[in-house]
C-alpha cells in the first residue's frame, strides 16, 4: 500500500490543499523512494518531514498529529505530491473516474 492508501482521507485533500498553496519550503531527494524536507504549517509553524514511499509507515513527521505515531499526515501527503506532482494528477484522475461511475450508477436505477 502506498502513502495515499494509508493516509486518511482528511489527510489526503488536506495535503492536496497544502500541495497546491505551495506550503512545502524545501525539499530533497535522499534514497530510493525517500524525502525529507520542511512543511509549513497553521500559524508559520514548520515541521520536519520524512516521507517514505515504499514504508508509508515509516514516514515522519514533527506535527502534532504524527510525532511519534505511525501515521500518514497531511505534511507528507503535500510533499509527497510536491516531490512528485505526476501522483496528484494521477489522484484527481482516479476521484473524477470514480464519481463518474457512482453518478453512472445513481442513474441506472
Not at 530510493?32 to 509549513?40: L, N
Not at 517514505?52 to 510533499?79: E, L, N, Q, W
Request: one cysteine or more; aromatic letters at 10%.
Amino acid at each position: 500500500m502506498g502513502l495515499i492508501e494509508v493516509a486518511s482521507g482528511n489527510s489526503v485533500w488536506r495535503g492536496m490543499d497544502y500541495y497546491n498553496d505551495k506550503k512545502v519550503l524545501s525539499w530533497e531527494k535522499t534514497g530510493d523512494g525517500t524525502f525529507d524536507g520542511i512543511v509549513s504549517g497553521s500559524e508559520n509553524q514548520r515541521y520536519q518531514v520524512h516521507v517514505d514511499k515504499g514504508h508509508p509507515r515509516k514516514s515522519t513527521c514533527s506535527c502534532p498529529f504524527a510525532k511519534g505515531r505511525r501515521v500518514v499526515c497531511k505534511h507528507m501527503i503535500a510533499m509527497f505530491f510536491t516531490a512528485e506532482p505526476q501522483a496528484a494528477v494521477n489522484f484527481l484522475k482516479e476521484v473524477e473516474e470514480w464519481e463518474a461511475e457512482e453518478e453512472e450508477r445513481e442513474q441506472a436505477h
